[in-house]
């Protein structure tokens, strides 16, 4: 290789690095609570709330009690859960969600649970983060970075996180 090449090949190896560290997953640790790659996905301008999702195990006996969120992305958040009737799509708050050792929660968007950022102080662009604190009953709190991915990326990241 000539030294004329090397600037470039740096460059290029700095580049895929750098774009590549978004598809990575990230994960926090609370106790034995753990949790992997919470990601939100981008909302339409105006778009008055968004959605953010997250995985949570637990690694000791006794279940996790998820009991509130909040993010200075939102006015508030919501735990929800969304299900479809009749071919109707029903959501719904809830006031807690356990996660029992033996059913890790894998929230993902399209179904099922996730978190509902109400009143969204400005659109969710890809690219961004934002904090976002969970609080589970006799465990305290944790702060984790929400990524905010197109919805497939986001999934798949998310995905990687299985059998860590």
Do not use: C
């Amino acid at each position: 290789m000539t030294l004329r090449l090397l600037p470039l090949v740096a460059a290029g190896l700095l580049a895929a690095t750098v774009f590549a560290t978004p598809a990575l997953a990230h994960e926090a640790q609370l106790d034995d609570v753990r949790i992997a790659h919470p990601f939100a996905t981008p909302t339409p301008p105006g778009a008055p709330n968004g959605g953010a999702y997250l995985d949570i195990s637990v690694a000791g006996d006794s279940p996790a009690m998820l009991i509130g969120a909040r993010s200075p992305a939102s006015d508030s958040v919501e735990i929800h859960d969304m299900t479809m009737n009749d071919g109707v799509m029903q959501m719904r708050p809830l006031e807690k969600l356990e996660v029992t050792p033996d059913s890790p929660v894998r929230m993902r968007p399209g179904g099922g649970h996730h978190l509902m950022l109400m009143a969204l102080s400005e659109p969710l662009a890809e690219g961004d983060t934002f904090p976002l604190t969970l609080e589970f009953a006799q465990r305290g709190e944790i702060e984790v970075d929400v990524w905010v991915q197109r919805a497939d990326e986001g999934s798949e990241a998310a995905d990687g996180h299985h059998d860590h």
